[in-house]
């Protein structure tokens, strides 16, 4: 049995006073991302390199010996539980794996919603780690995977994170050694004041075939240690074609990185962030600043090599 508690606010106080355990929940970028072809069951083959990057959500839990779970946040969330993908990934591991705990679960939330990064399928993807964990379940990460992909597209690779190539609608991966930027390097990530709806996104993108992702794929698994490199030279989101002409925020956000400096300056996803390279720290931050008027959420990190 599942129990929702929206919002309490000493929560966060209790799990970190107590023996919960913690999971970091990692978002994602999209260093290149395109439509193949729109499938016969109304999906949509994809191609796309993800990369977790190094901001996030926490997943803590505690054990519970009754079987109930709950599930709290640290501010109110505008969705409703049945929506929610942690209470989602609870309710399935524990049906999957037959186990009579259950859990408390409380989520920080900081990752934005309808944002491109992934944050709702981080979430997912660190509370199947994390209970697997709390239950002793010692399943291994490709069953966590498969249960994953029961959940959404993203969220096997974002069980595993790093850097991996995806098809199909995002569950067929390719782990690769994790990219790192250059030491100097930083990722400024800025979520404009508008959010994509998935619908918006799809609508009208065009569906290019496989040639332009096979090249991309070839090339940079041929790079080796120059793949990096190779990436941010050829980034690619074929979703800005059919996003930028409904959401005018997102095309200007693009625009500001460009002429702030940013190299490799592409949507993240279906929107609506944006993220660009800059080539030292303070840089990075320096604009962050300038594009705190246009942002709903903005971090500046770095690649994170996952689990």
Known sequence: MIFFLPFYSNLEYYFSKFNAMKEYAPAKIN???DVIRKRDDGYHDLGTLFQTIDAGDTVSAEIREDGRITLCYNEPQNYPLESDLVYKA???LQQESGT???ADIYLKKIMPLGAGLGGGSADAAATLRLLNQ????????EKLEEIGARLGADVPFLVRGGSAFAEGIGEKLTFIKPLQLSEEQYLLVATPLDSVPT?????GVPKSGPDRWETFKAKCKSAGKSAIEYALANGFNGFEESVFPKHPLVEEMKNEFKRLGATSVLMSGSGASVFGVFATREQAKA???ELKPLSRYQVVTRFFEGF
């Open 31 to 33: 260093l290149f991302l």
């Open 90 to 92: 609870a309710k399935l």
């Open 100 to 102: 009579t705990h259950g």
């Open 134 to 141: 709390l239950w002793k379940l010692k399943f291994k990460p």
């Open 199 to 203: 619908k918006d996104a799809y609508a």
């Open 287 to 289: 604009a962050a600043e």
